[in-house]
T-cell receptor, first 115, second 112 residues
Framework: AQSVAQPEDQVNVAEGNPLTVKCTYSVSGNPYLFWYVQYPNRGLQFLLKYITGDNLVKGSYGFEAEFNKSQTSFHLKKPSALVSDSALYFCAVRAFTGGGNKLTFGTGTQLKVEL | DARVTQTPRHKVTEMGQEVTMRCQPILGHNTVFWYRQTMMQGLELLAYFRNRAPLDDSGMPKDRFSAEMPDATLATLKIQPSEPRDSAVYFC??????????FGEGSWLTVV
């Protein structure tokens, strides 16, 4: 069975500082990894994905994520945080297993960026 | 701008009533998901369709929930009878196999 762990329920960071939101995964086969963001009372919005190729992937709003196969991690990063980045962030993994390829989400990390 | 459309956006209903939520996936997408989000449980996968065929509904309470895709442009999630513990946000999402899936804005259900 595939799974995703987001070890931090909340991450606090000052505006202008770099931010990291952690994610580790467990899956059989090659993982397809995703980050989504959810603003209050909204649906999940796609940020970025890793399918294959360069381990550093860039996404929307200046976010990037680094795929590390040996550590089975896919941490989300941004060099300089903005107050508007405050939201709930979900890491997800998808892999082709048997007859299905469902997307499994982590529990989410609440990011709070303060002035 | 293609998007997943969900109706209703908000629903308040009395316990015991039937609730039907509808989803129009993005045209051309062949996988459709139903997720439920609550504060306590987070995001739970309820059902998953590929090419309109149900592949996984193991997360769905079978006695009261049902999910169908009558055609490629419509997915439905029904709860009958509804209970207060069903109060949650229900998300539909669509995508292509092993690619990004895109979420709708959700159906916010309150059962009183």
């Amino acid at each position: 069975a595939q799974s995703v762990a987001q070890p931090e329920d909340q991450v606090n960071v000052a505006e202008g500082n770099p931010l990291t939101v952690k994610c580790t995964y467990s899956v059989s086969g090659n993982p397809y990894l995703f980050w989504y963001v959810q603003y209050p009372n909204r649906g999940l919005q796609f940020l970025l994905k890793y399918i294959t190729g360069d381990n550093l992937v860039k996404g929307s709003y200046g976010f990037e994520a680094e795929f590390n196969k040996s550590q089975t991690s896919f941490h989300l990063k941004k060099p300089s945080a903005l107050v508007s980045d405050s939201a709930l962030y979900f890491c997800a993994v998808r892999a082709f297993t048997g007859g299905g390829n469902k997307l499994t989400f982590g529990t989410g990390t609440q990011l709070k960026v303060e002035l | 701008d293609a998007r997943v459309t969900q109706t209703p956006r908000h629903k308040v209903t009395e316990m015991g009533q039937e609730v039907t939520m509808r989803c129009q996936p993005i045209l051309g997408h062949n996988t459709v998901f139903w997720y439920r989000q609550t504060m306590m449980q987070g995001l739970e996968l309820l059902a998953y369709f590929r090419n309109r065929a149900p592949l996984d509904d193991s997360g769905m309470p079978k006695d009261r929930f049902s999910a169908e895709m009558p055609d490629a442009t419509l997915a439905t999630l029904k709860i009958q009878p509804s209970e207060p513990r069903d109060s949650a946000v229900y998300f539909c999402a669509s995508g292509l196999i092993l690619d990004t899936i895109y979420f709708g804005e959700g159906s916010w259900l309150t059962v009183v």
